[in-house]
């Protein structure tokens, strides 16, 4: 497989992700976090820090925006729900330490 082509299919399943997240938009970030120790806001920031590589300019919001498909701050408030003391347990047996 030649890289443009590789790349062309990455793009495709990234958007596919993001796709699949928007419809799930029941699975809080801490859940995601707890499972597979990564959530939305960590591909906002993968994002991000992509597009710098590239020297393109965008701001964490910018890439929040593009990640859940709507401003951060109204996804919060419409979709975020409060963390259990089991969900909030778990993340901190779960998450690196430094």
Request: proline share 3%.
């Amino acid at each position: 497989m030649d890289s443009k082509t590789r790349t062309e299919l990455e793009a495709a399943a990234f958007r596919r992700l993001l796709q699949h997240l928007d419809e799930r938009k029941d699975v809080q970030n801490i859940d995601l976090m707890n499972l597979a120790g990564f959530c939305r806001n960590c591909l906002s920031k993968w994002y991000r820090a992509a597009a710098e590589e590239r020297g393109i300019a965008l701001t964490d919001p910018q890439a929040r925006e593009i990640v859940y498909g709507m401003p951060y701050d109204e996804w919060k408030a419409k979709y975020q729900k409060e963390a259990s003391a089991a969900q909030q347990a778990a993340f901190e047996q779960s998450k690196p330490r430094d």
